[in-house]
Structure formats: structure tokens, C-alpha cells
């Protein structure tokens, strides 16, 4: 049996967990293989055990790639596994969400490298290996707070803010290239690690109402699934969407509209 990416190769940063690794588990039903970009060894460890488990064999990288040089590394990894790469997913990310005058340096910058930086490094390693082959798939995640204004967000959209506008510029500048260049924007999403720090009740009362806050925001009253935004992606990837490019793919349960 057959699915619709057999014979792509993959590589999906932040893949060992939450929708990233959903996003991994996704690709690999379709038919790709697919390289798991991980910020460290345990965790994608614990990523590649599961997966096989499920009879899927994935490759894999752990490094920070906000560092410079480390993409370069990944590509290098890829291409050693599988002997080219046609699709990139940039999911790493996680920022330090809190009312914006708490902000610190510290903060600050772990949340504009977290999600900018590392998307930044990896598409530019990414791109030339694709020019060179002529095709290519690239799919960011963004996130629907940049439209929705979701409460303590604000240096949050600023990085992912820089990657849906990134995303415009790449596709017109790339297109002739035969490469497609997309950003899927979710909402409030209930990974499986927010399930299980809700239930140890892990979280403080300020997090707690930004979680509210987002649900409310979302007509359909309830948050999205990794599944969900895993086909978005697969969708952006796959053969179908060969004419869809320089788009930002809202995941949000009708959050924003139009």
C-alpha cells in the first residue's frame, strides 16, 4: 500500500515532541522518511523509541539550531540518511509567554531564537540543496495569536510574527525554483504534554487564563488537535498542494476569519 509522499524525504525540526512529533508521526504514515530535528538527545531518544514502536524507522539530529552552523549539520545528516531532502518543517519553537513588561533579556531572546533564529538557519541551509535539485517543500509553524492578539503573546508574535512574513518573500523569490514555501498558523492546541501538565496540575493560575483566554477566542469552544494541524502540514507537503505557495494555513477553529 502506498501513500501520497512514498520516495520524500523529510526533515521536521522540533520533531520529538508535542506537534512536531505529531507532525513526524504523520509524514511517516504518508509514506516519507523522515529525520527528526531534536534539541536534545533524551528527548529524541524517548522520540525514536516510540515511533518505533510503532513499526516506523525515522533518522535523527539534537542540536540547537538558533546556533549558527548546527542547520548545516542537520542538512548534512539528512543527506547522509536519505541522499537528498525534499520537505523541511520548521516546528521548533516555544517561547516564554508572560505579560510583556516581565519580560527579560533572557527571555526575550530565548523566544526570538526559539522560533525565528532556528527557522531562519534551517531554511537558509535548507534552500540551496533544494535549488539545486529543483523542488522543494517548506513548511513553517506559525501561530494564530499574530492575528488573534491572545493575551501575554505579544514578544511570542514577534518571532512568529517575522516567520509568516518571511514566508511571502520566500515563496514569490523561490517559486521558479520549484519550491513552495507555506506557514501553518494553529490556536491553542492541547499537545499531550499540556494534557499531562494539566492533570499533575503543573501550571500556575497566570498560565491557566491564557489557556481560558484561547479557548474562548475559538468559536468552535475547544482547542485544536495535533492531528489536526499534522494535516494541514501533510496537506502543504503532499501532491496536491503543488500550486499552493506564499500562504499562511489558519488552524484555529474559525479564531481569526478571512
Same mark, same amino acid.
Given at each position: 500500500?502506498?501513500?501520497?509522499?512514498?520516495?520524500?524525504?523529510?526533515?521536521?525540526?522540533?520533531?520529538?515532541?508535542?506537534?512536531?512529533?505529531?507532525?513526524?508521526?504523520?509524514?511517516?504514515?504518508?509514506?516519507?522518511?523522515?529525520?527528526?530535528?531534536?534539541?536534545?538527545?533524551?528527548?529524541?531518544?524517548?522520540?525514536?523509541?516510540?515511533?518505533?514502536?510503532?513499526?516506523?524507522?525515522?533518522?535523527?539530529?539534537?542540536?540547537?539550531?538558533?546556533?549558527?552552523?548546527?542547520?548545516?549539520?542537520?542538512?548534512?545528516?539528512?543527506?547522509?540518511?536519505?541522499?537528498?531532502?525534499?520537505?523541511?518543517?520548521?516546528?521548533?519553537?516555544?517561547?516564554?509567554?508572560?505579560?510583556?513588561?516581565?519580560?527579560?533579556?533572557?527571555?526575550?531572546?530565548?523566544?526570538?531564537?526559539?522560533?525565528?533564529?532556528?527557522?531562519?538557519?534551517?531554511?537558509?541551509? %535548507?534552500?540551496?540543496?533544494?535549488?539545486?535539485?529543483?523542488?522543494?517543500?517548506?513548511?513553517?509553524?506559525?501561530?494564530?495569536?499574530?492575528?488573534?492578539?491572545?493575551?501575554?503573546?505579544?514578544?511570542?508574535?514577534?518571532?512568529?510574527?517575522?516567520?509568516?512574513?518571511?514566508?511571502?518573500?520566500?515563496?514569490?523569490?523561490?517559486?521558479?525554483?520549484?519550491?513552495?514555501?507555506?506557514?501553518?498558523?494553529?490556536?491553542?492546541?492541547?499537545?499531550?504534554?499540556?494534557?499531562?501538565?494539566?492533570?499533575?496540575?503543573?501550571?500556575?493560575?497566570?498560565?491557566?487564563?491564557?489557556?481560558?483566554?484561547?479557548?474562548?477566542?475559538?468559536?468552535?469552544?475547544?482547542?485544536?488537535?495535533?492531528?489536526?494541524?499534522?494535516?494541514?502540514?501533510?496537506? %502543504?507537503?503532499?501532491?496536491?498542494?503543488?500550486?499552493?505557495?506564499?500562504?499562511?494555513?489558519?488552524?484555529?477553529?474559525?479564531?481569526?476569519?478571512?
Amino acid at each position: 500500500m502506498t501513500g501520497p509522499l512514498d520516495g520524500r524525504a523529510a526533515i521536521v525540526t522540533g520533531g520529538a515532541t508535542g506537534i512536531g512529533l505529531g507532525i513526524v508521526a504523520r509524514l511517516l504514515a504518508d509514506g516519507a522518511r523522515v529525520l527528526i530535528g531534536a534539541l536534545g538527545e533524551e528527548e529524541l531518544k524517548r522520540a525514536t523509541e516510540a515511533l518505533r514502536e510503532a513499526g516506523h524507522e525515522p533518522a535523527g539530529f539534537a542540536g540547537n539550531l538558533a546556533e549558527p552552523g548546527r542547520a548545516a549539520e542537520l542538512l548534512a545528516t539528512g543527506v547522509e540518511a536519505f541522499g537528498r531532502v525534499d520537505i523541511l518543517v520548521n516546528s521548533a519553537g516555544g517561547g516564554v509567554i508572560r505579560p510583556t513588561l516581565e519580560h527579560t533579556e533572557e527571555s526575550l531572546r530565548a523566544t526570538i531564537d526559539n522560533n525565528l533564529w532556528t527557522t531562519i538557519r534551517a531554511t537558509l541551509a %535548507l534552500l540551496p540543496h533544494m535549488v539545486e535539485r529543483g523542488y522543494g517543500r517548506i513548511v513553517n509553524i506559525g501561530a494564530e495569536s499574530v492575528r488573534n492578539g491572545l493575551i501575554d503573546h505579544a514578544m511570542y508574535n514577534a518571532a512568529k510574527g517575522g516567520v509568516h512574513a518571511m514566508t511571502t518573500g520566500l515563496a514569490r523569490e523561490f517559486a521558479s525554483a520549484g519550491i513552495t514555501v507555506n506557514t501553518v498558523a494553529p490556536s491553542y492546541v492541547q499537545t499531550p504534554e499540556i494534557t499531562a501538565a494539566l492533570a499533575e496540575n503543573r501550571f500556575d493560575q497566570e498560565f491557566l487564563r491564557v489557556l481560558d483566554r484561547a479557548t474562548e477566542l475559538i468559536p468552535m469552544g475547544r482547542p485544536g488537535t495535533v492531528g489536526e494541524v499534522a494535516g494541514a502540514v501533510a496537506y %502543504l507537503v503532499g501532491p496536491d498542494a503543488g500550486f499552493v505557495t506564499g500562504q499562511v494555513v489558519s488552524v484555529n477553529g474559525g479564531s481569526s476569519m478571512g
